[in-house]
């Protein structure tokens, strides 16, 4: 017979869960409380939480969402990372964290919508972020315009040394 607390974090849990683009689970197993409180101010840099829940809760939560896929991998230590902003930022911010506490291990996700196991959060981590991907973009873009400035401004630029060079190189008149 679920308790009354056990149906609130259930319930507690769906609402978190709503409106999520990456959802991802993480053993902990082996850190310390003060590397989980260092990974949850990193992850709250980047707009993401960092939540250690029941397994069993967390199965009835996910159970009729499109979430469900998660349920295998909700064995032994886990916590969840949920983030409703830019995927690439969260997925940047662990690897960086399981680099120097190799004891977090990072074992599926879903973000928007897609399942994706370690190496494509790897994958993901490894990705330039959006600022950076919008700035190749511009770059990519106002590079052939300024050749075509140059080019449309080379024949006047041309004219004006021309005329120049031939009011030097003139006698003058007196």
Not at 20 to 30: C, D, F, H, I, S
Not at 89 to 106: D, G, H, I, M, Y
Not at 155 to 170: C, F, I, K, W
């Amino acid at each position: 017979m679920p308790t009354q607390e056990k149906v609130e974090t259930v319930e507690g849990l769906k609402t978190r869960l709503n409106g999520v683009k990456t959802v991802l689970l993480a053993e902990y197993r082996g850190l310390t409380v003060q590397q989980l409180s260092d990974l949850r101010k990193q992850l709250k840099a980047v707009s993401a939480e960092y939540k250690i829940v029941k397994n069993r809760l967390a199965r009835l939560a996910i159970a009729s969402s499109d979430l469900a896929g998660l349920s295998a991998s909700l064995a032994g230590p886990t916590g969840m990372v949920l983030a409703k902003g830019d995927p690439v930022s969260v997925a940047k911010t662990l690897q960086t964290f399981a680099r120097t506490n190799q004891a977090l291990v990072l074992k599926v996700g879903v973000v928007d919508g897609q399942m994706l196991e370690p190496a494509g959060l790897k994958a993901l981590a490894d990705l330039p972020s959006r600022e950076a991907l919008r700035a190749q973009i511009v770059g990519a873009l106002t590079g052939p315009l300024t050749q075509l400035v140059g080019l449309l401004q080379a024949p006047q630029r041309e004219l004006v040394y021309v005329l120049e060079q031939r009011g030097t190189s003139a006698p003058a008149a007196e």
